[in-house]
């Protein structure tokens, strides 16, 4: 009796297995076709139990086509690169799959890089992720997962795509394969990738890794003309006078304010002054407040008095940021003429105008200025800011006195506005019939 009931079920199971094989080995078949399609040099083909798997070659690189996912036609693609040896030690996966609390390297394509997550040698990333690269990359990725990791480069497909993405996938992988002269690569990405962020990135990595190569010197003097500002801006701030046009044409740009800004404050001294004035004009009147506070930092150098004036009004007229950068301008000239407005800054319902104005004066003020920071710094219980740069702005006017010490100044009684040692320190004594006023430490 059991055995007319196991019989029949050992004969289904055994029909069920047998069209299992058959259906494996019809699909076998498919892969062997496209693999021979796409010039691979096939070394296996097997089904063996729950196993499907198809290996070949083409060149140095090995190929693997294998089941993969939950779909009946799901497959993978994977292409063992053999070199470079450090290869192994590179990861590109989707950016949504990234490791937690990982290092990832920006390559400086916007798009590539909100797509992949990138970890590995720098230089060899770099060197690898050309243009053609990142574009093959995007591309396949947008059709199913890509990723390399281990030396292998993966793809999720299905069947039906296998013909078309093997020879895709094998020139990516012959073109991994063959970086070999790194720096030479990292040259040429440099002054040739479409990408400004790359051209940068891989300029960049140069400068901080190579300075003494010949091709670096090569690429900088190439990135002079770069269509980038940003890349043009870098290459002249590497070459010193050799950049020194170049970062002039850029500080004076219309484009970028960040930009003219930086150039600027890389060429500190070297901007004329003649050429921080005109530029300060223009970028007052278009409201480009970064490069004209680099502006008001160079003025500040000059000890022209037209230039005194200039940030003595910029400082009464602004409402913003420039106006606190007009006053330490001021400051940082040394000028006397910077006095007066400086003490009428130090009057203003500004805290941070007063505070700027207050440390202009220890650098430019006389002894005229001493009672009015002291007031200051009296009114000030509210803001301990104020207070603190008042009193340290009377403390640096005494130590520009020969022979003074903190808290023994006093405004001699022979001639107004002058400054002579108190008798007790910390006194701050005035003309005849004027009550004492103590300095605080």
């Known amino acids: 009796?059991?055995?007319?009931?196991?019989?029949?079920?050992?004969?289904?199971?055994?029909?069920?297995?047998?069209?299992?094989?058959?259906?494996?080995?019809?699909?076998?078949?498919?892969?062997?076709?496209?693999?021979?399609?796409?010039?691979?040099?096939?070394?296996?083909?097997?089904?063996?139990?729950?196993?499907?798997?198809?290996?070949?070659?083409?060149?140095?690189?090995?190929?693997?086509?294998?089941?993969?996912?939950?779909?009946?036609?799901?497959?993978?693609?994977?292409?063992?690169?053999?070199?470079?040896?450090?290869?192994?030690?590179?990861?590109?996966?989707?950016?949504?799959?990234?490791?937690?609390?990982?290092?990832?390297?920006?390559?400086?394509?916007?798009?590539?890089?909100?797509?992949?997550?990138?970890?590995?040698?720098?230089?060899?990333?770099?060197?690898?992720?050309?243009?053609?690269?990142?574009?093959?990359?995007?591309?396949?990725?947008?059709?199913?997962?890509?990723?390399?990791?281990?030396?292998?480069?993966?793809?999720?497909?299905?069947?039906?795509?296998?013909?078309?993405?093997?020879?895709?996938?094998?020139?990516?992988?012959?073109?991994?394969?063959?970086?070999?002269?790194?720096?030479?690569?990292?040259?040429?990405?440099?002054?040739?990738?479409?990408?400004?962020?790359?051209?940068?990135?891989?300029?960049?990595?140069?400068?901080?890794?190579?300075?003494?190569?010949?091709?670096?010197?090569?690429?900088?003097?190439?990135?002079l003309a770069d269509p980038s500002p940003r890349v043009r801006l870098r290459a002249a701030k590497e070459l010193g006078a050799e950049g020194r046009d170049v970062l002039l044409a850029l500080a004076g740009s219309k484009g970028d304010d960040a930009l003219s800004a930086q150039a600027i404050s890389i060429l500190g001294g070297e901007l004329p002054f003649e050429h921080a004035r005109s530029i300060l004009a223009l970028a007052l009147d278009r409201h480009r407040l970064l490069t004209a506070g680099a502006c008001l930092e160079r003025l500040g150098h000059s000890q022209d008095a037209a230039d005194v004036e200039t940030l003595a009004k910029v400082m009464a007229g602004e409402e913003n940021e420039l106006a606190v950068a007009a006053a330490l301008a001021l400051g940082a000239t040394g000028n006397a003429a910077a006095e007066p407005p400086l003490l009428l800054a130090l009057e203003k319902e500004r805290k941070d105008l007063q505070v700027a104005a207050a440390t202009a004066l220890g650098r430019a003020g006389s002894a005229a200025a001493v009672l009015p920071l002291q007031e200051a710094a009296e009114r000030s219980a509210l803001h301990p800011e104020l207070r603190k740069a008042a009193r340290q702005a009377i403390t640096d006017i005494q130590s520009r006195l020969s022979g003074a010490s903190p808290g023994q100044l006093s405004l001699a009684t022979s001639e107004a506005g002058q400054l002579s040692l108190a008798h007790e320190v910390g006194q701050l004594s005035l003309a005849a019939g004027a009550a004492p006023v103590r300095a605080e430490e």
């Open 1 to 223: 009796m059991w055995e007319l009931i196991v019989l029949p079920a050992l004969v289904g199971s055994s029909l069920l297995w047998g069209a299992i094989q058959v259906k494996r080995q019809r699909r076998l078949e498919k892969w062997l076709r496209a693999a021979k399609s796409c010039g691979l040099q096939v070394e296996k083909g097997s089904v063996w139990e729950s196993r499907l798997e198809l290996k070949a070659r083409a060149g140095p690189l090995e190929v693997r086509i294998e089941p993969f996912g939950r779909n009946k036609y799901g497959a993978r693609i994977v292409i063992v690169v053999p070199e470079p040896p450090e290869f192994a030690s590179v990861k590109i996966c989707r950016a949504r799959d990234k490791p937690l609390w990982s290092r990832e390297i920006e390559v400086g394509d916007e798009s590539f890089d909100r797509t992949f997550y990138v970890a590995g040698p720098v230089r060899l990333v770099r060197a690898l992720l050309d243009a053609k690269v990142r574009r093959l990359l995007i591309r396949k990725n947008a059709k199913g997962g890509i990723e390399i990791v281990q030396g292998e480069l993966r793809v999720e497909t299905s069947d039906r795509e296998i013909r078309e993405l093997v020879p895709i996938l094998l020139k990516l992988g012959h073109q991994l394969a063959q970086a070999q002269d790194t720096v030479r690569l990292l040259a040429d990405h440099a002054r040739r990738d479409p990408e400004a962020g790359v051209r940068l990135q891989n300029l960049l990595l140069l400068i901080h890794e190579l300075p003494e190569d010949p091709r670096t010197a090569v690429a900088l003097r190439t990135a």
